[in-house]
């Protein structure tokens, strides 16, 4: 790699060297790490999956280890505007030299082994992470758990989220078969947390994780149990049944769905053992510091949600119709051709008094959609419906309408969204911890 190359550079020609590729396996991964020292032995970790919800509840882990005074790393998946979110630590991304560097050296290695590109960032992370000194690491899978390319990690405790149908050509047609795979990063004498909560998909995870020898094995509908759910003054707050007794509790991640994430994260901390334990007193100031760019995220008369496949959608339909929201509510849609877009209208449509159907300009040519079935199928669903195939023209409808305008399908578009408004999402992000 060119010590000459720019930032923009770099990561356009990182993105380009390898596409949409998708190699599932570890062989490459351990490859790399090998011949880089092991970085990723250095610290512990905290592994989470699940098909949706795991933004969510890596963000709370992070908030809840930093709230102990830890220096606590953070990898995610995609980034919404910037590449640099997806590696950060304390909540704050990677500068672009460090970046540029930890991928110059990793270069020679990778092109020998034929690594793709989620590969090279996974372990551009580890390294960073290893020589920054951080204290716990918490890291997200890409796509599915066995064959993800996190999987080499030895973790503290090892989280699925939940499951749904996404990502079916690699990872299987049905909910048994995704959950076989992401229930793959369980391991050996390690801790399981399972937030699934439909009890068949959770028990077929338990299942999955006694067979890899994962022990304790924790099912959170099954320990923690929330009820008295209420949306109100910016927060998701609720009363919860927990190990540590009753308690109210309250997030700023905002929706019912919202809850069941924020247990999955208290679960996951209760599992490490005592090392990590918070008090409950303590819990409401940890979670006070938990912020997720892109999820039911407020500016102005916009709201963010990265939502791209139909329980998400779901998800934020619900949260529009539980919270007061000033109509009408338009929503700018933008979905990759291999989500369910047309389960995503139907969830969405309820809520909806006007649909603008849209292509995000950083979706992969490869993976964009056909506009023209998904606007015919939201006009069939009885609701007033604006086709703009160019980005900045819908942006421009969306802008002048009254209401409240919704941008979502994909985190391209809310991220190409954000860059045509001029909006950073991490200012929202980076608030640290409160004393």
């Known amino acids: 790699m060119a010590l000459d190359l720019t930032y923009r550079e770099t990561i356009e020609r990182l993105f380009e060297k390898t596409g949409s590729k998708v190699v599932p396996g570890l062989e490459r991964t351990e490859k790399l790490l090998d011949a880089l020292g092991d970085p990723h032995r250095r610290y512990p970790s905290f592994h989470v999956a699940g098909t949706n919800g ?17 220096r606590v790393g953070r990898y995610t998946s995609p980034h919404i505007v910037d590449f640099r979110e997806r590696i950060a630590i304390d ?3 990677i500068p672009e030299e460090a970046l540029l560097e930890l991928l110059r050296r990793i270069e020679p290695i990778a092109e020998s ?16 992470f290893a020589e920054a000194n951080v204290d716990v690491a918490v890291m997200e899978t890409g796509l599915g758990g066995a064959l993800d390319s996190t ?28 959950a076989d795979e992401k229930g793959g990063i369980f391991k050996f004498g ?20 006694a067979v890899r020898g994962a022990t304790p094995i924790s099912i959170v509908r099954s320990d923690w149990r929330a009820w008295s759910v209420s949306l109100a003054g910016g ?41 990590y334990a918070i008090k409950k007193e303590n819990i409401n100031r940890a979670l006070s510091s938990v912020s997720l760019p892109g999820r039911f995220q407020r500016i102005r008369d916009w709201i963010f ?31 990759l051709k291999d989500k369910d877009w047309y389960g995503m209208i139907e969830a969405l449509a309820p809520v909806a008094n006007h649909f603008i159907i849209t292509n995000p300009p950083s979706a992969p040519p490869e993976r964009a959609w056909d506009p023209l079935p998904a606007a015919a199928h939201a006009n069939a669903c009885k609701v007033p419906v604006s086709l703009d195939l160019d980005f900045g023209v819908a942006m421009e ?19 190409d969204a954000m860059a045509v408004l001029g909006i950073d999402p991490a200012v929202r992000a980076s608030r640290g911890v409160r004393d």
């Open 54 to 70: 795991k933004g969510s509840t890596v963000a709370t882990l992070d908030a809840l280890l930093r709230f102990g005074g830890r």
């Open 91 to 93: 909540g704050v991304p």
């Open 113 to 128: 082994v034929e690594a793709t590109f989620f590969e090279i960032t996974t372990v551009a992370a580890m390294i960073y």
């Open 151 to 178: 999987n080499v990690l030895d973790p503290v405790v090892a989280t699925v989220t939940n499951i749904s149908l996404d990502h079916t050509e690699y990872l299987g047609t049905t909910l048994q078969s995704i």
């Open 190 to 209: 390690r801790p399981a947390v399972i937030g699934e909560p439909r009890l068949d998909i959770a028990k077929r995870l338990a299942e999955r994780a």
């Open 235 to 275: 927060m998701t707050s609720f009363t919860a049944a927990t190990p540590l007794g009753r308690t109210r509790l309250s997030t700023p991640l905002l929706g019912e769905h919202q809850v069941r994430n924020t247990l999955t994260a208290l679960a996951t901390i209760h599992a490490a053992g005592p090392e």
């Open 305 to 335: 949600d990265v939502a791209h496949n139909a329980a998400g959608a779901r998800a934020l339909a619900e949260t529009l119709a539980a919270r007061p929201t000033p109509p009408p509510v338009t929503i700018v849609l933008g979905v």
């Open 397 to 415: 409808r969306a802008a002048s309408l009254p209401g409240t305008k919704v941008v979502c399908g994909s985190f391209h578009t809310v991220g």
